[in-house]
């Protein structure tokens, strides 16, 4: 039988559609019933406004006419038999700068939605117009949701960076300081390529799942590359396990509490640059720097282009997904993760051993049983199902972080999950080691460290003191520079706002970046407490360096 198409039926007050036995417009009135529905809408200022199968775009001009100028619409067709129906009638796409019109192309829509700077929107809000939509009702809620995610996404990435940034940019250039000429011999640049093409590698996150896993691990330890985050390294030393890497990507003091008894250690260890410095500074083994890119600031440009064999990694958040990205570089062969759980019971967050469910167990009393629900209920929780099927307890982060996981992983073939509990993410689900290893590759003799082979002392970071010095220098001169301007000694404002565009790492935390005017008094007095403050760091950090030559 030969597919329907969309038929124009002629009411004498406009054009009806007829498509796949319905009417996608009223009848007798199709023009006045959806301007009508139209002038009772009301759309608030930052709204992506959402618009699935606008047809023949019947009350879109009212609808432009009374929008904030501050919105966005967004008119998106997924059948193609509808999407230049318009023309037949002799009409025309609106022409107004807020307006698009969308094929089936989500990538398309948030290509938009980025150009049109995702910072302005705070929300998205759907109308339908036409009976178009309950012909794919399934596709644009689909449309929906991403959209929304998107603004979602931006906004709690936005708060992160609103809380987070300065730590990162000081943790940035304190650890600089410390991957000096003292710890030249131990600095392994580069992008992990190459490090492990021989073993399968293993990443440990540490979950309950872990515990399950540990038997495995053991038979088949020198038979794989074992990649560990921190908070899984002394579950896994206690049970006579010792990794061949360490990830730490945490900024925060409390991730010290992982590396006890490490500081001797020759486990070579990948860190973020971000991370707390003092993990950095009192490691003893080989070390890999890396950095995620959690905006694109200036400072990050200039690291990017100053140190060309440093690491730069997306903003992953989450250790374990850190870990696994690095994993899938580090090798062409099978990469397995376990403990990558993103739930938990009540009184259990990670597996035995680990620091976090240490302390659990060493606070727990009658008073404070061990399933307290003050420490696991702190963040919104949610239950959700689990791989087996069953409910599980997670909350929004952990949740984010197996969703994000997927999109990041969801496809990549030689990724496999080992871990018995917790939500799913990515990788084919397996029972044994064995099923990933399979043939691949050959396996190395017992105890041969394949990082040996590469060269160290690539001195690329190592040359971080003049970097440290310039940015510093910098910083001075958009002191004096601001503070002229603010004193009345200086008036070009467009000299000053070129000026604060080379530095727009001091104040792009800022709640209210970007600014109305940048060059306003107020505005600057903010940027100059923040220089002051970096300017204070850059001079600890070139402290450090010279205690370090004066030791060495």
């Not at 000299?495 to 109305?516: E, G, N, Q, R, T």
């Amino acid at each position: 039988m030969k597919p329907q198409n969309p038929l124009l039926v002629d009411t004498g007050r406009g054009f009806s559609v007829f498509y796949r036995k319905r009417h996608l417009y009223n009848t007798l009135t199709p023009v006045e019933s959806v301007e009508r529905k139209v002038r009772h809408i009301k759309i608030l200022p930052k709204t992506v406004l959402f618009i699935p199968s606008p047809l023949l775009f019947y009350g879109i001009e009212p609808l432009l006419q009374n929008l904030p100028d501050d919105c966005l619409v967004l008119a998106i067709e997924t059948d193609q038999k509808l999407f230049n129906l318009y023309e037949k009638t002799g009409t025309s796409v609106p022409r107004d700068s807020r307006f698009h019109y969308i094929g089936n192309d989500i990538q398309e829509a948030l290509q938009i939605l980025r150009q049109a700077g995702i910072h302005h929107f705070r929300r998205v809000s759907m109308i339908t117009l036409t009976g178009g939509y309950l012909l794919n009702k399934d596709e644009y809620q689909r449309i929906l949701g991403v959209l929304e995610a998107a603004v979602k996404e931006f906004w709690q990435n936005r708060m992160t960076e609103i809380h987070m940034a300065p730590l990162w940019i000081r943790n940035i250039f304190l650890n600089m300081a410390s991957l000096t000429e003292e710890h030249q011999d131990r600095i392994i640049n580069g992008n992990f390529t190459g490090i492990e093409h021989s073993r399968p590698v293993l990443v440990t996150g540490a979950g309950e799942s872990l515990e399950e896993s540990i038997p495995q691990i053991k038979r088949h330890q020198h038979e794989i590359a074992l990649v560990a985050v921190d908070t899984a390294v002394s579950a896994l030393l206690k049970s006579g396990i010792t990794p061949d890497y360490i990830v730490a990507v945490d900024a925060q003091v409390y991730n010290l509490f992982d590396f006890i008894g490490l500081t001797k250690s020759s486990i070579p260890l990948f860190f973020d640059l971000t991370c707390y410095p003092s993990i950095v500074r009192n490691f003893n083994g080989p070390l890999y720097p890396f950095l995620s890119v959690f905006n694109d600031n200036t400072l990050i440009t200039r690291v990017r282009s100053q140190f060309k064999d440093l690491a730069m990694l997306p903003p992953l958040g989450s250790v374990g997904i850190t870990a696994v990205y690095i994993a899938l570089m580090m090798s062409s062969g099978p990469v397995i993760h376990t403990g990558l759980d993103f739930s938990y019971i009540l009184g259990k967050s990670h597996a035995r051993g680990t620091p976090f469910q240490s302390s659990i167990l060493f606070d727990t009393t009658r008073l404070i049983p061990v399933e307290n629900i003050d420490i696991f209920l702190t963040r919104p929780y949610r239950k959700t199902e689990d791989k087996r099927g069953a409910m599980r307890l997670s909350n929004t982060i952990l949740y984010s972080y197996a969703l994000l996981m997927n999109a990041y992983f969801g496809k990549e073939k030689r990724l496999y999950d080992l871990g018995t509990l917790g939500l799913r993410s990515a990788g084919r689900i397996i029972q044994e080691i064995d099923e990933a290893i399979g043939e691949e590759g050959s396996i190395p003799a017992a105890g041969e460290d394949a990082s040996a082979k590469r060269s160290v002392t690539e001195p690329g970071l190592v040359k971080n003191i003049s970097f440290l010095e310039e940015e510093l220098k910098k910083i001075e001169e958009l002191h004096s520079g601001l503070y002229r301007f603010l004193a009345g000694e200086v008036s070009d404002r467009e000299a000053v706002k070129k000026l604060l565009s080379s530095m727009d790492y001091l104040f792009k935390h800022f709640p209210d970046f970007p600014p109305k005017d940048e060059a306003s008094p107020d505005y600057i007095k903010r940027v100059l407490l923040s220089a002051e403050y970096f300017r204070g760091i850059l001079t600890k950090s070139l402290s450090i360096t010279l205690e370090d030559r004066k030791k060495s």
